[in-house]
């Protein structure tokens, strides 16, 4: 559900680009689960524009930002894992999270 105009029309990435989740730890509310922070992925999906959680803390969510899903590698995420090669993880990251990889 998008909650404002966007300042951009367009997306910033694209579904097949490789993106990096930034490694950073916000003193408030976010949903970037800690063990994909520092990891590279590619999008697999352009979501559209959703409220930001670190803004709804203190306010309204605004403005919107575009939110993608990223496919991870679970043999990346996890140095142990005994899964198939091609076994991913898919998470939806917000656009202010992501940067080219």
Known sequence: MSHAEPT?????????????IHDRHPGV???VPRYVKGHEGVVER??????????FVRG????ATRLY???IPQS??????????CDT???????H???PA
């Not at 352009?46 to 803004?55: A, K």
């Open 8 to 20: 951009s029309t367009q997306a910033r990435f694209q579904a097949g680009q490789r993106v990096r």
């Open 46 to 55: 352009v979501c559209g524009l959703h409220g930001q959680p670190e803004r």
């Open 97 to 99: 999270w992501l940067e």
């Open 60 to 63: 309204d969510g605004l403005p």
């Open 76 to 85: 990346q995420l996890w140095p142990d894992y005994q899964g198939q090669a």
């Open 29 to 31: 509310h976010h949903r």
């Open 69 to 71: 899903r990223v496919c």
């Open 89 to 95: 993880l898919e998470v939806e990251v917000f656009e």
